[in-house]
């Protein structure tokens, strides 16, 4: 079940691939859906709001 | 070059080569294989047509592979002469020595009782499940290569139903296999996920849906299983990297952790 914690510690791994490989398109993706998933769970927008996980997706 | 004369020697002309390129890895063998006891396992410099002959008359292989084989042991076994190609053989005939992570195949599944719509419904899981587990969505999210083809998914699983020989033979970590029942008005699947390596089962759980509703279209309780056996594989994947590499993890690896904790 998805809940903020796991949401956290999955957001963490997706950064970790990125600091091996910047432009991982999986990461980047994985990364913008995790955001967008803790803002629904939590009522809280995006460290940088959406328009940041907007640019994720756009990076990959 | 010396990959491409065992190619011509072992394939006779047939597609796809039971040689296969694993991009990054090496070459494996795709054909089902047996495990030696440890007193018949040749080592690299032993293996001769003997063995591979015997091999192959123990599981059946097709028409024409026998003398293949034969030519491809000859000519394996002096490739090996001329040196240079043990760590090669023992990848050849150690279906263990180079299995990849997520590597998985799917033996088909079987049927309780003699029924034929039902028998068509098991084959259509399978075919279902075989074309969508190398998928961009399934498995093909992390290594599109590591599902074998499906006439080597067939061949093996004509020599046997046991899940841990049939992923060895294949050189797989996972096997996704099922059994389907009619039970009156409901059609049921047991679907299941071993680990090839040990024989462990990881997953197994049941499918239900009216008669009726179902057989006409085996694709919906195919994509019933594909998420719930695809995730378990990942679970288990994601397990055994943090066992075996906590500290040293690489780009699969992580991305493996990631999906893990979202499922």
Redesign the interface.
Known sequence: MLNPERLEGARLFYERVLELNPRSADALGSLADTLLAQSYITGVPPPGGYRAAERLIERG | MQISALRRALDGGAEPSCIQTVPGRGYRFALPVSVATDEAAPDAASVDADFVSSDVAEHGAGPGSRRALLWGGGAFAAVAAVGGVARFASALWNPHASLARLSAAVLPFAVQGNDPPLARFADGITETLTLDLPSPWCLG?FSPSLVPPRNIMRAAAATTSNPRVFGTALNVRYVLSGVVRGNGSVVQANAEVTVAETGALIWSKQYNDARDATLDDPTIMARWIRPDAVFAMLADEAARSLRERPRD???MD??L???A??Q
């Open positions: 999210y993890m690489d780009e992580l991305m952790q990631g999906k904790w979202t």
